[in-house]
Every structure is written in C-alpha cells, then in structure tokens.
C-alpha cells in the first residue's frame, strides 16, 4: 500500500487531526509556507503568501483528497484554519453517515 492510499484510507472517517493535517499540508502547498508556520488559530489570510485564488486552489485540492464539497462562501466566512478543518470534519461525518 503506498503512502497516499494508507494516507486516504486513514482520512476516510475523518477524525480531525488527520482532517487538520489535510487542510494545513493543503494551505502550505499553495501559499508556499511551510506547515509548521501555519498558526490553526489565525485566520486564513494570516498564511504568508496566500492570496484568494491560491486558497481556492488549497480548497479544491482538501475537497478532492476528502471527498467532500464546501461551499464556496465558507472559505471567506471562516475565521480559522482550525474553524476550517472542523467544518470538514462536520463535512466528513455526514458524507460518511450518507
């Protein structure tokens, strides 16, 4: 089994430090933080080097890898990463309770 599917396997019931894990790797890959640099408490616009389109991009690429769908205003409702990533794990637990 390689790293991404043992990765995806783990996420599928989306307990929410694999869920926060998902969305700060996703966060730093777009911005070009490092995940470590990403404060869970500060919102998103706090990333260094992340604009609206980059958060987007994070945000398609948190979708894809969890299987969920977050609309499209939630990222600019959101105060937190850590905010963020317990709405996808609300997201997760009725994708998996459906």
Same mark, same amino acid.
């Given at each position: 089994? #390689? $790293? !991404?599917? !043992? $990765? =995806? $396997?783990? #996420?599928? !019931?989306?307990?929410?430090?694999?869920?926060?894990? @998902?969305?700060?790797?996703?966060?730093?890959?777009?911005?070009? %933080?490092?995940?470590?640099?990403? +404060? =869970?408490?500060?919102?998103? %616009?706090?990333?260094?080097?992340? &604009?609206?389109?980059?958060?987007?991009?994070?945000? =398609?690429?948190? &979708? +894809?890898?969890?299987?969920?769908?977050?609309?499209?205003?939630?990222?600019? &409702?959101? %105060? #937190?990463?850590?905010?963020?990533?317990?709405? @996808?794990?609300?997201? !997760?637990? &009725? %994708?998996?309770?459906?």
């Amino acid at each position: 089994m #390689t $790293q !991404t599917q !043992t $990765q =995806t $396997q783990n #996420t599928a !019931t989306a307990p929410a430090a694999a869920v926060l894990g @998902v969305v700060v790797r996703a966060l730093a890959a777009h911005s070009g %933080a490092a995940p470590d640099s990403i +404060d =869970t408490g500060k919102p998103l %616009a706090a990333i260094p080097g992340i &604009e609206s389109v980059k958060a987007l991009r994070a945000i =398609t690429e948190i &979708e +894809d890898e969890l299987g969920v769908a977050i609309p499209d205003d939630f990222l600019f &409702e959101t %105060a #937190t990463v850590g905010e963020l990533a317990g709405f @996808v794990v609300s997201l !997760t637990a &009725e %994708a998996d309770a459906g």
